[in-house]
């Protein structure tokens, strides 16, 4: 289990961390927003859920205790975990700061980023601001819409929930989301600072770590597929082969993660779907 993390940490001279007070089964012990920069104006990335005050309340104690604004607010993706905060952070603090974030593929920005002016970044784009160049790396998967944000000061990149810093993430894509994962080992980063949970220190290691889990159980479905090589089976039959030693009941939640592997296996052209099953080509 992680170790208990502060509201508030001044992780580095250039990095302010608060906690979106928001803990939960997904959130871990609550969505981590980031102050970034060492000077009067700074860069806020991700606001928090809504209608969250002591969150508002440990934001404006920063702003204040620092003597800085915002120059710039930057969402990572649109999940209501990340953007839920927005409207209330820009109310309070962000009326002369700049609204970014990627535009999603998929669908529309939630309710929550109404009447918000958000500009939409590129690839590679930079943000600066005092003491901070920030670039951004789109890394969809987790959502279409997803960036992590390289510190070019630092050497280090603000992760998102592509990494997190206790556990595994979630996906909407896999073939996308290794495709993300291969992109932010090329970064080189020394450190990583995600979007849950505590620095990753190790950083090279937990990314090698996070395509190593989901290549090995792509090579346990493969193995089951060219066993069965020339017959259709079942994501169920296939769950059954590889999660062995996990109860029956359990075996429905696991579909979830065999079905996204077997989509980017799909999407790669090493096996096809065909009436209800699928085959190994």
């Given at each position: 289990m992680s170790a208990k993390l502060e509201v508030v940490s001044k992780i580095t001279p250039r990095i302010i961390r608060i906690l979106g007070?928001?803990?939960?089964?997904?959130?871990?012990?609550?969505?981590?927003?980031?102050v970034?920069?060492?000077?009067?104006?700074?860069?806020?990335?991700?606001?928090?859920?809504?209608?969250?005050?002591?969150y508002i309340s440990a934001l404006n104690n920063v702003l204040s205790k620092e003597s800085i604004n915002l120059a710039h607010i930057i969402i990572s993706h649109w999940h209501l975990d990340h953007?839920?905060?927005?409207?209330?952070?820009?109310?309070?603090?962000?009326?002369?700061?700049?609204?970014?974030?990627f535009r999603r593929t998929d669908g529309s920005?939630?309710?929550?980023?109404d009447d918000v002016p958000v500009k939409y970044l590129k690839n590679g784009q930079e943000i600066k601001a005092d003491?901070?160049?920030?670039?951004?790396?789109?890394t969809p998967g987790h959502t279409t819409d997803h960036i992590v944000l390289q510190l070019k000061e630092d050497d280090s990149v603000f992760t998102g929930d592509c990494i997190l810093g206790a556990g595994t993430s979630v996906f909407e894509d896999l073939y996308d989301y290794m495709k993300s994962l291969e992109i932010i080992l090329k970064l080189d980063p020394k450190v990583l600072y995600p979007g849950h949970g505590p620095v990753i220190e190790d950083a090279k290691d937990r990314i090698e770590a996070y395509i190593s889990h989901r290549k090995t159980r792509e090579d346990q479905i493969i193995q089951?597929?060219?066993?069965?090589?020339?017959?259709?089976?079942?994501?169920?039959?296939?769950?059954?082969?590889?999660?062995?030693?996990?109860?029956e009941n359990l075996h429905k939640a696991a579909e979830q993660n065999v079905n996204?592997?077997?989509?980017?296996?799909?999407?790669?052209?090493?096996i096809a779907e065909i009436s209800g099953g699928w085959t190994f080509l």
């Open positions: 007070l928001n803990p939960g089964l997904m959130t871990l012990q609550g969505t981590n927003t980031y970034i920069g060492n000077g009067p104006r700074r860069i806020l990335l991700d606001t928090g859920e809504f209608n969250k005050p002591d953007i839920g905060g927005l409207k209330e952070v820009f109310n309070n603090f962000g009326k002369d700061s700049t609204v970014w974030k920005n939630p309710c929550y980023i003491g901070a160049t920030l670039k951004v790396v789109h089951v597929l060219v066993k069965h090589k020339g017959q259709n089976i079942t994501t169920a039959n296939i769950v059954k082969a590889i999660y062995v030693d996990v109860p996204n592997h077997l989509m980017k296996l799909k999407k790669e052209g090493q």
